[in-house]
């Protein structure tokens, strides 16, 4: 099955050591997000890649990277972890015409 | 950073009962897109609706795109207890705006 994958499930990391986590997919999508979704909130969006082209959000802090190396792969860096960017990371993927995301399983992270 | 309004928050219903919760927006969206995440997990796509006044169903569940295109609903009939959950509205105001606004969830709970 086409599907979003996303891993490690579960990421334990110490404070100030760097971190990545990995997305891929087999939709064969042109567009990838990255979120942070913390306890009873909506996700929110970190940057996207369209196709190569990488757009940041305004108040994505530069503590996250992302790297994107192929289509079916993303990678979010986190270069100095911070107790509060403890939270669940969820990558999205669309195609470009019709702009639907589907969703991974997520990777919670914890930052002790 | 603008949200939608998702209502109810949450909802306690028995086993068997109609759910409806709905989303409003001060401006237009182009697409609604209706999730549904279980705890740890990542949001998994319902129904998503394209067009002003779109009708759609995916089994129990029922949405509709709001005819002024700033709102939206989602109706679950015959509830069962693996509808528990947080279910989440997001709109789309496509064109080069890939960004999805979000509502802030309802939360579901279901009395067997």
């Known amino acids: 099955d086409a599907m979003v994958i996303q891993n490690p499930r579960y990421q334990v990391t110490q404070f100030g050591k760097p971190v990545t986590l990995s997305c891929s997919q087999t939709?064969?999508?042109?567009?990838m997000y990255w979120y942070q979704q913390k306890s009873s909130q909506a996700p929110k969006l970190l940057f996207h890649?369209?196709?190569?082209?990488?757009?940041n959000e305004a108040d994505t802090p530069d503590n996250f990277q992302s790297r994107r190396p192929n289509t079916s792969f993303c990678f979010l860096d986190i270069r100095s972890p911070g107790l509060g960017d403890a939270a669940m990371y969820l990558c999205a993927t669309a195609h470009s015409g019709q702009e639907t995301q589907y969703f991974g399983p997520g990777t919670r992270l914890l930052v002790l | 950073g603008q949200q939608l309004n998702q209502s109810p928050q949450s909802m306690f219903i028995q086993e068997g009962e109609d759910v409806s919760m709905n989303c409003t927006s001060s401006s237009i969206f182009n697409t609604w897109l209706w999730y549904k995440q279980d705890p740890g997990e990542g949001p998994v796509l319902l129904i998503a609706?394209?067009?002003a006044g779109e009708l759609t169903s995916n089994g129990r569940l029922t949405a509709q795109f709001g005819i002024t295109r700033k709102d939206s609903f989602l109706n679950i009939s015959a509830s069962i207890p693996s509808d528990v959950g947080i279910y989440f509205c997001?709109?789309?105001?496509?064109?080069?705006?890939?960004?999805?606004?979000w509502g802030l969830g309802t939360s579901l709970a279901v009395n067997p």
């Open positions: 997001a709109g789309q105001r496509g064109g080069n705006n890939r960004k999805l606004i």
């Open positions: 939709l064969n999508h042109n567009v």
């Open positions: 609706l394209y067009k």
């Open positions: 890649y369209y196709d190569k082209d990488f757009n």
